[in-house]
């Protein structure tokens, strides 16, 4: 089945385009022509939610079920055209958009059936106490009611789950909020098929035609209008930091500041402790490499720096890391400007004080190769610069003197979406000490692994303390990010006739 874009937006049920176009990067087939986004096909797609809104936000949570899996199938149906739209604007290959594939539509009937089931609703109710002295109390009723309008930001990195149909628009539709999303540069012509698919769900189901649109392309403008605009009540955003924090910034601006829930940067750090080292520092060492170097490392969670106590057998770990990521192969980055960045942040990473390159690379044009430099933990905790992300297959070893540096480094770390433990048994007491701090500092403490993986469940939190994300008390991944779309109301005395289904 083979998928040639039409290049238009989506916008409340129907196909607009518009006079100015860009042309899509791929990384192999033939470019495309799309039309910019305008603020004014914001304002009309986000008037089109808000009135949207009014019937679909009060909708029963059987109705949006079921059109959530009916946005599953018609993504499935459209599976090789997806894939081969997916491979040719990215460069990743079959397999990995086929699996990101099958977890975007797992994410959808996981939501399907997480609102069926009406835990996310915490209802609560407080009897009446008509007698109570010196006061009588009212009957007091509290549920989770939807927000309204929402923006969507795609990520660059998936464009499938964390995009036209991923995770936050997935988590959002399901709380009752319609979605306006932005779609990312790198993939257009994904985010137009999938925006079909989400159509056809929209025809199938009779939803109102305003619940879901697609904005392609456009300048800061667009993203600024969206963000700005006085009736979208939340916005989702995966990507740089940069990026996101000037959108959090204009939230915070309005005359109604709104939640931005923004997943922005992390390195998430490993801490290598001395048996664990001791007695498998060899395959430690491979298997840093294999999960640091995963998609040409362009993952939120990927690995880039970790944390050994110096000794001979923090040797034996770095020289395995060495070896294995001197063996990997070349690997297409998903646009230019991102592999451009990588290269840039590789140089930069190599030219400050302290920094031993211990493996460095040559880069054409959108492939990249892996990097690995060492620095003390002295110089590291001297240099903010050594704290930031660089994007893509690059591994930074800091090497600590004793447990006590070890712990100070540990503290010193800005907010992650993970943090690891290697570990063995004789290493209980000092991941003890750990643990408080790296609690702190992450989303999501593991043990033993490599975090590469994010698995969609409903105990999963991605997400943490800033500059992990804007908001500590959400996660994008997993059944619990539909609380960010969501908001208390408290019934007072308020008749059961009167009374939302839900609650009556």
């Known amino acids: 089945m083979t998928f040639t874009p039409h290049g238009k937006h989506l916008i409340a049920g129907e196909w607009r385009a518009t006079e100015q176009t860009f042309l899509s990067e791929p990384a192999h087939g033939s470019a495309h022509a799309f039309s910019v986004g305008t603020p004014e096909l914001v304002d009309q797609a986000v008037r089109a939610a808000e009135d949207a809104f009014w019937s679909y936000g009060y909708s029963s949570r059987a109705q949006r079920a079921a059109f959530l899996e009916a946005i599953a199938d018609e993504i499935e149906a459209r599976a090789e055209a997806i894939t081969e739209i997916g491979t040719q604007e990215t460069g990743l290959p079959e397999a990995r958009l086929n699996g990101e594939r099958g977890r975007t539509t797992g994410q959808l009937r996981l939501f399907a059936q997480h609102i069926l089931k009406g835990d996310y609703l915490d209802r609560r109710h407080d009897a009446a106490m008509p007698d109570r002295q010196p006061l009588p109390r009212p009957e007091l009723r509290m549920m989770q009611r939807p927000i309204g309008p929402v923006a969507v930001f795609g990520a660059s990195n998936f464009p499938l789950a964390f995009s036209t149909a991923g995770g936050d628009t997935a988590a959002a539709l399901a709380a009752g909020c319609p979605v306006v999303v932005k779609g990312h540069g790198a993939h257009p012509g994904t985010g137009e098929i999938v925006a079909e698919a989400i159509l056809a769900a929209i025809v199938k189901c009779d939803m109102p035609r305003g619940v879901f649109s697609l904005v392609q392309g456009g300048k800061r403008d667009v993203g600024q ?157 001297g240099n903010h610069a050594l704290a930031e992300e660089v994007f893509g297959p690059l591994g930074l070893v800091v090497v600590a003197r004793d447990m006590d540096e070890m712990l100070d480094l540990a503290r010193s770390f800005g907010g992650q979406l993970t943090a690891t433990l290697h570990m063995d048994e004789a290493d209980a007491g000092l991941a003890r000490r750990l643990m408080p701090i790296l609690e702190r500092k992450a989303g999501r403490v593991l043990a033993n692994g490599f975090p590469t993986g994010v698995e969609v469940c409903d105990s999963m939190v991605h997400g943490g303390p800033y500059p992990a994300s804007t908001n500590f008390g959400a996660t994008s991944v997993g059944t619990l990010s539909i609380r960010r779309f969501l908001r208390p109301v408290c019934y007072q005395n308020i008749p059961a006739s009167v009374l939302p289904a839900d609650l009556a």
Not at 236 to 263: M, N, V, W
């Open 225 to 381: 209008a969206l963000v700005q605009h006085p009736l979208i009540k939340a916005v989702g955003f995966t990507g740089s930091l940069a990026g996101g924090r000037a959108l959090f910034d204009l939230c915070a601006q309005r005359p109604e500041p709104i939640p931005f829930f923004g997943e922005l940067g992390s390195v998430n750090p490993m801490f290598m402790l001395p048996e664990a080292v001791a007695r498998r520092g060899e395959a430690l060492g491979q298997g840093w490499a294999a999960s640091l170097s995963m998609g040409a490392g362009q993952f939120c969670t990927n690995p880039g720096i970790a944390v050994v106590l110096n000794g001979p057998q923090a040797d034996t770990f770095v020289e395995a890391a060495r070896a294995a990521l001197s063996t990997t192969g070349a690997q297409v980055m998903l646009t230019d400007g991102i592999a451009s960045a990588y290269v840039s942040g590789a140089a930069q990473m190599g030219a400050q004080s302290g920094v031993q390159g211990l493996l460095t690379s040559m880069c054409d044009r959108r492939e990249a190769k892996p990097f690995l430099f060492r620095v003390s933990a002295q110089d590291w905790m």
